[in-house]
């Protein structure tokens, strides 16, 4: 799933609905990014990089099971910013 966008009067010009972050939410991110990059298991590091990069998708690799898992978890402006499941992962 990509990021919402918004149609302007321009047919080529559209408005992104982002999805916002806490900076306290994103240094938790990091710092759990960063404690799995100790572990050397690449499956939770992926899985967690979708977490944050729910768009990002695995093409033709061993991680494309883990995009579905996280598709559905984007979150946009005016939502909360992070699914309960990736907060679970943070805590």
Do not use: C, W
Request: glycine share 2%.
């Amino acid at each position: 799933m990509k990021e919402n966008t918004i149609p302007t009067k321009h047919p080529r010009i559209m408005v992104a609905k982002v999805r916002e972050y806490e900076l306290a939410e994103v240094q938790l991110m990091i710092e759990h990014f960063y404690d799995l990059l100790e572990t050397n298991d690449n499956f939770k590091i992926v899985a967690h990089m979708k977490a944050i990069v729910p768009e990002f998708k695995s093409m033709n690799s061993i991680y494309e099971q883990l995009d579905k898992r996280f598709v559905s978890k984007s979150k946009l402006v005016g939502e909360p910013a992070l699914s309960e499941e990736i907060k679970e992962m943070l805590s």
